[in-house]
């Protein structure tokens, strides 16, 4: 059997948060890109903005049989706004130079769909969610 004290707690490397230049559009005071900073959620909270994603569909002809089904796009955009640290995009006057209520709205509205994208892979990169399932195929192969 092997030493277990490597998976102590105190014995693993922190998720550093990640400084991220989303837009080349929104330049800090420098004209430089302003800088986001994203961080890595707990997998309960993962486990909750899924959960808040998720309803229950009817099977077609099955009397009282549900099937759970997951908005992935609603699932990606909480999961953005939850990891988003800087800038905070609850802010009261953000949002209203945006004219927008919410923090999902406001992070459409301050990105192109392309910049939004990229962000959205940033962040699920940063969460651990950047192996391709191609990568995860051929691993089991092995």
């Known amino acids: 059997m092997g030493d277990l004290s490597c998976f102590l707690s105190q014995n693993t490397v922190t998720v550093e948060n990640v400084k991220y230049a989303a837009t080349k559009r929104i330049k800090d005071k420098a004209g430089k890109p302003a800088e986001w900073e994203i961080k890595c959620i707990t997998p309960e909270q993962d486990e909750l903005i899924k959960k808040e994603c998720t309803k229950r569909k009817p099977i077609p002809g099955k009397r009282g049989a549900y099937m759970p089904e997951t908005d992935y796009a609603q699932y990606v955009g909480k999961l953005a706004v939850a990891c988003t640290v800087f800038p905070d995009l609850n802010n009261k006057e953000l949002q209203d130079s945006y004219q927008v209520m919410g923090a999902e709205s406001l992070l459409k ?23 391709a399932l191609e990568d995860l195929v051929e691993d089991a192969k092995n």
């Open 109 to 131: 509205k301050m990105l192109t769909p392309g910049e939004y994208q990229d962000y959205l892979a940033k962040v699920q990169e940063i969460n651990g969610f950047d192996i």
